[in-house]
């Protein structure tokens, strides 16, 4: 059998499969309209609290709203 290196299982955990960086990268257009350090931090901190508050909201309201208008009621309070 040819099995892959412990380099390329590693590289490709950490650079190539890896969702997190992937989530990291999709805030740099936010980070990147910022002039100053503090003003990327102050950003980076606010989009942080954003998608913290409205992923406990949809959890919230998860069971309670029926299914057939589920989505909707996510996309707006996601929105």
């Not at 997190?20 to 350090?37: D, E, K, N, R, Y």
């Amino acid at each position: 059998m040819n099995e892959p290196a412990f380099q390329t299982i590693l590289a490709n955990g950490f650079w190539n499969n890896n969702p997190g960086i992937v989530q990291l990268l999709g805030l740099c257009p936010l980070l990147a309209v910022s002039g100053t350090f503090i003003n990327g931090l102050g950003m980076g901190i606010a989009t942080t609290f954003v998608v913290l508050f409205s992923n406990l909201a949809v959890s919230a309201v998860r069971r309670v709203v029926r299914e057939d208008v589920r989505i909707p009621v996510f996309v707006l309070i996601i929105a």
